[in-house]
């Protein structure tokens, strides 16, 4: 039997299956398995129960992740200026800041400074160890942790800019804070806030760590709910989802700040 | 005005500047031209210490530059720069490019600076451009921009670092208009430039320089018309065609 030649399927089949591959199917398939779940928080009690056990820790998320990002984004600008100074003693603190909180797992590094470090600072200030509520030291944890990525961030959008605008803008008599401030950090913000939006869904994922250290997140109710009621799948589920809603919606406001800044810059 | 005794500039093992010296009076225009590589634009970088002299002395209106770091910035503010690249600032507008540094330097307030500025621009001829970002305008509008904003700031010296060398052609006369008529107001100038119409007509001193060295000096019509060392001849025969 002659085997029939491709040409033969006709060009609006083709046309329909070209289109079919271009939905974002990806986007599709989670959105399918939110609607599952979504069933189920509404018609069974296990998931319904989870939720709303779950649903008390998103604010304690939510503002975790905000604030740590805050801290992170003023050390960042503080210690990228560092990174490119030309004085040793301020160049070699920022890098000696970068090299250790980027070279230590983020979970040590959470352990670190909430347990090794807070204590002490604590004590000198002369707070008792004990009343110094957890989530703080969460708090500072992930800022310090995330303000040496952050500071490379900068780092990179400072350096990115050409030196001709640093030398247009000393050669008009700016001194270098003022080149700084008017001229280069303007325009190097303008660069890296993609990547500065990405952090920020990072650390709102990392934010999950903080569940070590007692606070109540919503991934530290989860793990307790757990292993308290056995119902691994369905409060992993739950947890699981609520992270890649949050995630996902964060990253297309991204990508939208990044389609809005991409259009101006022409 | 301007005196330059000694210049020495070493990149590393490269002597980019070799014992330089020159004087520039006040209101007078000097033209440096030179090969690729002759080290005159690094000479011009130093009067405003964008480079740092690796020995020599540098005297501008008075003040040691070479050495002053102090009171470097006051000291820029005197001598303006016009760069190849023109770098304007491209998020700010002409007018905001040309108002920024005197706000903030000067300390002029927002009215005195907005009025300068259109003043500026419309001396080098493009006032309805104030309110344009540097991407909407042309390489020509753009330098002008950058010359505006570098008048501004009333310097008492103007360099020029091959102004008009990233120009399409047909921009570069509007470039060379501006430049001959702040000649001829009597601002004190230092040009380097490839432009050798400019240097005859506008040039009180013609510099030719080569490998870091001054070659040859002399006035225009006398330079053109004669050189007197090889070096110089055999690049006006490369030039003028």
């Avoid at chain 1, 797992?105 to 009343?131: E, H, K, N, S």
């Avoid at chain 1, 030398?167 to 001194?175: P, Q, V």
């Avoid at chain 2, 706000?103 to 500026?120: F, H, S, T």
Wanted: glycine share 6%; aromatic share 8%.
């Amino acid at each position: 039997m002659a085997t029939i030649p491709s040409s033969a399927k006709s060009s609006t089949q083709n046309q329909f299956v070209g289109k079919l591959s271009q939905l974002p199917w990806w986007l599709i398939i989670i959105i399918l398995a939110g609607l599952v779940l979504f069933y189920n928080f509404l018609s069974n009690e296990t998931y319904v129960a989870i939720l709303s056990r779950l649903r008390s820790g998103i604010v304690l998320t939510i503002v975790v992740s905000l604030v740590s990002y805050a801290i992170a984004l003023v050390i960042g600008l503080i210690v990228g200026l560092g990174r490119v100074s030309k004085n040793p003693i301020i160049y070699n603190l920022a890098t000696l800041y970068v090299q250790i909180v980027r070279g230590v797992p983020m979970l040590v590094l959470i352990f670190y400074i909430a347990l090794v470090l807070i204590p002490p600072i604590l004590q000198l200030l002369g707070v008792r160890p004990g009343t110094f509520d957890f989530s703080f030291r969460a708090v500072i944890a992930l800022a310090v942790a995330y303000g040496g990525f952050e500071a490379e961030t900068f780092r990179a959008g400072i350096q990115s800019i050409g030196r001709g605008q640093m030398e247009a803008a000393r050669s008009l008599g700016m001194s270098y804070p003022q080149a700084m401030r008017y001229i280069i950090l303007p325009q190097a913000v303008r660069r890296i806030l993609p990547p500065l939006g990405n952090d920020f869904i990072s650390i709102m994922k990392d934010s999950s760590l903080v569940s070590v250290l007692g606070v109540n997140d919503i991934t530290n109710i989860a793990r307790l709910y757990a292993s308290k009621y056995f119902h691994y799948p369905e409060t992993y589920n739950t947890l699981a989802f609520m992270y890649l809603a949050m995630t996902l919606i964060l990253s297309l406001i991204v990508k939208a700040i990044e389609n809005r800044l991409a259009k101006s810059s022409q | 005005m301007i005196e330059i005794k000694n210049l020495v500039k070493q990149f590393g093992k490269l002597q980019a500047v070799d014992d330089v010296s020159l004087t520039v009076g006040k209101g007078k225009v000097v033209v440096i031209i030179g090969p690729s590589g002759s080290g005159k634009s690094t000479v011009l970088r130093c009067i405003n210490h964008l480079e740092v002299p690796t020995s020599g002395e540098i005297i501008v209106d008075g003040i040691v530059v070479s050495q002053n770091h102090k009171n470097i910035n006051a000291i820029r503010a005197e001598i303006g720069m016009v760069f190849q690249q023109f770098n304007l600032f491209p998020h700010l507008t002409a007018i905001e490019n040309i108002m920024l540094a005197q706000r903030i330097v000067r300390g002029r307030g927002q009215d005195e600076a907005r009025k300068m500025a259109m003043q500026q621009l419309e001396r080098v001829g493009i006032p309805e451009k104030a309110s344009a970002y540097p991407s909407q305008l042309s390489g020509g509008q753009q330098q002008r921009v950058a010359i505006a904003r570098a008048l501004a700031m009333n310097p008492k010296i103007m360099l020029f670092d091959e102004p008009t060398s990233a120009l399409d052609p047909e921009m570069i006369k509007e470039v060379l208009d501006v430049m001959m008529e702040l000649a001829k107001s009597g601002m004190t100038m230092i040009c380097v430039t490839h432009e050798m119409g400019f240097a005859r007509n506008a040039a009180d001193e013609v510099i030719f320089m080569d490998h870091g060295k001054i070659v040859e000096r002399n006035t225009p019509e006398a330079f053109f018309a004669n050189p007197n060392e090889a070096r110089a001849q055999a690049f006006l025969r490369q030039i003028l065609h």
